[in-house]
């Protein structure tokens, strides 16, 4: 985690994406994917296939998928991926010292937010479970399970929350964070250990990380 603290010079505000950034879910995603796959007749996917691939909207990588939302509805393959997801959940933790990272933020009195693309429900539920939400003075996420994207959330938390945009970060793990907070004005880190790859995030944004983990962490 020490190679994140230089990006936190003069910032007062961290909006910190859920999944892939905090939470370390890609493996459980390739798991439930590749089981949906399987349900419809299709080949199950690797590791770095799904890295390669996975993009927001969701709706669009299940086309990239092969799926034909005129033979299987979107809101099928949707209750398909929560139910499976939910059940897998208890078998994923949060990446490797991230919590006593985000222990430390709060020490250094850098007020902390997530923005997500999950149920604000239930990503409020996992915070919980988790046993960070106490670090996080807003939780924004969406109010379906339909991964549409999180920008019109975004811009209801800069208009709510008043932050400033000018010592305020957005970390995140998919090119779509980065497009989050290039719209919001706001500087952007992306940490390519979740559910991209580093060479698809790097040739977006040089301000990327191919692990958040140092050789002395």
Known sequence: MK???PH????????????????????????VIGDILQSHGKKRITLQNYIDLFRFPV?????????????????????????GYKAGLVNTQLHRGMKDFLAQIDAAHISQSVLSAAHEV?????LEYFGIRHYFKHVYGLKDFHAKG?????KQLMAETQMPRNSTILIGDTDHNLEVGMTLGVEVLILADGHQSYRRLH?????????????VD
């Open 203 to 215: 040739s977006k944004h040089t301000r990327t990380l191919e692990s958040r983990y140092s050789t």
């Open 3 to 5: 190679l994140i603290w």
């Open 59 to 83: 709706k669009d990588y299940y086309r990239s998928l092969g799926f034909d939302f005129e033979k299987v509805s979107f809101e099928t393959l949707s209750e398909q991926f929560t139910a």
């Open 150 to 154: 999180k920008l019109d959330r975004g």
């Open 8 to 31: 936190l010079e003069n910032k007062t505000h961290i909006i910190w994406d859920w999944n892939g950034t905090l939470l370390d879910d890609t493996a459980l995603m390739v798991d």
């Open 122 to 126: 239930y990503l409020e539920e996992q």
